[in-house]
């Protein structure tokens, strides 16, 4: 492992947050990672939802998945997770910048088996709705043997927060542009019910819960 | 160039779209890119601010950005650009889902010089607030010295797009779980102008044709 890349924060260091809560609490409102890794020579990334359990980050992906593999095998890799806050329009080109928060976890992922495979894929279903495990029937062993679940330990890493206000200097500030901020955020809409539900079956909490 | 992985995708050919239009669409409507690169012998993966600018995707940063640098030297790149557009509830864990656009592109970055440098920046700030370059000084040379705008041909890529309904099987369809999709999108809000903006400057169109 002397290959990890040193996580300490190469610029802007006032943006970068050493506090393990901020970290879950950003794992834990995202929805999907980018996971990096090097594939048949080729540094790819690899798109997927991701899931906080615990002091660990679970991903799933197919037994077939060509990225996925090496990642099962214990790959070196990282895994980014950003949410965009806002757009901070300062005076200058130079000042602009995102709100954002984002982690880069590194390290190697194991494969889950047996029962913790089944706790982590419940565990991923409930980061994506919370309570929707226990609303549906339980994996298969078909499902289960074509999937592969894998879990990163959460302990190395960096998190980046930036939510200021624009830093225009102040001979910027005098003049004539203005300066603010447009926030975001993701959204959730009302949960839209699948044509094949049959009538009487009613929208579940976890879906209205989430979808406001 | 022969380590660039082959793009096909590997599963799931449904969802591959091969359309050059749907592509420009993703990358004009994100905010936000993810680059992989090998740096200190690890995979890691940049959060960064992208624009598309005709056939070629832009990214920038400061010249002191250790990950940066790299990757104007012209190392090997991915960057992933990925929209979450919903949650799908499938009656199992199986057939759950995401809906997401996510496009990666591979390649190596050039990095701007002179006038295309300026332009680049143009179209970074352009691409978060169209229109927002036209309201703000013009970059100083010191401002143009410090930092770094790449720019990537968009030539070899994939794109998938998830956007079915769940497809369940018949046995888990006639059972009592319900089924159906929470969409998800980026919502901007209305802007907010800095503590330090002088009376009587307006919120200007750019800002309010984004931020609804």
Known sequence: MDAV??????RLPESGVDDLDALH????EAKVGHIGLMADGFPVVIPTAIVRSGDTLLAHGSTGSRWMRPLADGADASVAVTLLDGIVLARS???????YRSAVLFGRF???????????LDALIDGLVPGRSGEIRRSSKRELAATLVLELPIDRWSLKVSSSWPTDAQEDVVGDAWAGLIPARIEYGRPLTAPEVRDGIPIPDS???LGR
Chains 1, 2 share one sequence.
Do not use: I, M, W, Y
Not at 25 to 28: A, E, F, K, M, W
Not at 110 to 120: F, I, M, R, T
């Open 5 to 10: 890349p040193r996580t300490a924060l190469s």
């Open 25 to 28: 609490s950003l794992l834990d």
């Open 93 to 99: 080109a130079f000042e602009s910048n995102l709100h």
């Open 110 to 120: 194991v494969a889950l088996d047996g029962e913790a495979k089944s706790a982590g």
């Open 207 to 209: 879906a209205t819960a």
